[in-house]
């Protein structure tokens, strides 16, 4: 199947590389015009170039989601340069181990809220009315899988996560009726440039990472953008509120590794 966004206008968040990077260059495959936007201004455009290097139709914007003046101006541009907004990822993020709760220091609490949590509202804000005006569209948010339980190394993280799963599943039963499917994402580990440079760090990160997961390896960027696609795609069209748990079944129920599987 080829030309699921054929005609549509996309725009994903956090595309200066890793999975918006991966998803950016998906979308444009499928035939959308894709709004790249990052806060790495170089990477960024690199995203874009990529995609009209491949014969796609793209336009970069640098932008940090944490700012709501950048937010604007972001979607903006994809109205000025596009004429309407048909899909958004928004899949900027940041991660940041922390430790005990009581340990966490505020800054690093203020860190993960407002590009986690409060940029993916900021995103939304400034989206949903050109939707609205339009008559429809598909918006899909960017969780975890620490979204879909608690975790022990990184509470903050999973707060905002959590945080963004119930504003993703609010919001769908607002924007439904007016012709909007609002879905949010849920990985689990997944083969991204900052994994790597962790991995490289840690020879025993990988295996610990791939303990926590029934299937026994870490995700793949593709897997995780073709799912994206899906959501952002008319084959999706009765998937409103949905959490898509991308996992390996690492949030189904308590894992205990088994040295000789079935």
Request: charged share 20%.
């Amino acid at each position: 199947m080829s030309g699921r966004l054929e005609g549509k206008i996309a725009l994903v968040t956090g595309a200066s590389s890793g999975l918006g990077k991966a998803t950016a260059l998906v979308f444009a495959r499928e035939g959308a015009a894709v709004v790249v936007a990052a806060r790495r201004e170089v990477e960024t455009e690199a995203t874009a170039c990529a995609i009209r290097d491949a014969g796609g139709r793209a336009v970069a914007v640098p932008t940090d989601v944490s700012s709501p003046a950048q937010v604007e101006a972001m979607v903006d541009t994809a109205i000025s340069t596009y004429g309407r907004l048909d899909v958004a990822f928004n899949n900027a993020g940041v991660f940041d181990p922390e430790g005990l709760v009581h340990e966490v220091p505020e800054h690093q609490w203020d860190a993960l809220i407002d590009i986690n949590l409060k940029g993916t509202w900021l995103c939304m804000k400034s989206e949903l009315p050109h939707m609205l005006e339009q008559g429809g569209g598909s918006i899909i948010n960017m969780a975890s899988s620490a979204g879909l339980a608690g975790w022990s190394d990184s509470p903050i993280y999973s707060a905002s996560k959590h945080g963004v799963i119930g504003l993703t599943k609010s919001a769908a039963l607002q924007y439904a009726p007016s012709g909007i499917r609002i879905n949010v994402v849920c990985p689990a580990f997944t083969q991204i440039e900052a994994m790597d440079a962790m991995l490289a760090a840690d020879p025993n990160a990988n295996a610990e990472m791939r303990s926590t997961i029934p299937l026994g390896r870490i995700g793949r960027m593709e897997e995780i953008a073709e799912a994206v696609l899906w959501l952002a795609s008319d084959a999706s069209s009765f998937c409103v509120g949905h959490a898509l748990a991308l996992d390996g079944g690492q949030t189904v129920g308590l894992w205990r590794r088994d040295p000789s599987p079935i």
